[in-house]
């Protein structure tokens, strides 16, 4: 099991730019694919993008594909999302989960691990 610490989540104007980070601890992070969901109000977790366990390969959904970028510092058991040209529509709690094994999926129950979440708030 691993646990995942979010952070950096905050409130931005649209066309603006966040980092979360998700520092993870336990058991070997190293081994663990990677990944961010987020949910908003009223709405189902949605799968935003992941990273292979050695950060090789990443994966995205469409609607963030091009202004989102998901990398990981293993060195430091850190996965980042960096989040540019925020839209109003990206407002939602983000969080960070983990997998045992290399592939990343896209649906919420194959990961093993979640984060607390932290808040992104995106303002027009």
């Known amino acids: 099991q691993v646990q995942l610490v979010e952070s950096g989540g905050g409130s931005v104007q649209a066309g603006g730019s966040l980092r979360l980070s998700c520092v993870a601890s336990g058991r070997t992070p190293s081994r663990y694919a990677m990944g961010w969901f987020r949910q908003a109000p009223g709405k189902e977790r949605e799968f935003v993008g992941g990273i292979s366990r050695s950060g090789g390969n990443t994966y995205y959904a469409d609607s963030v594909k091009g202004r989102f970028t998901i990398s990981r510092d293993n060195d430091k058991n850190t996965a980042y999302l960096q989040m540019n040209s925020l839209k109003p529509e990206d407002t939602a709690v983000y969080y960070c989960?983990?997998?045992?094994?290399?592939?990343?999926?896209?649906?919420?129950?194959?990961?093993?691990?979640w984060g607390q979440g932290t808040q992104v708030t995106v303002s027009s």
């Open positions: 989960v983990a997998r045992a094994g290399m592939a990343v999926t896209t649906t919420p129950v194959s990961y093993d691990d």
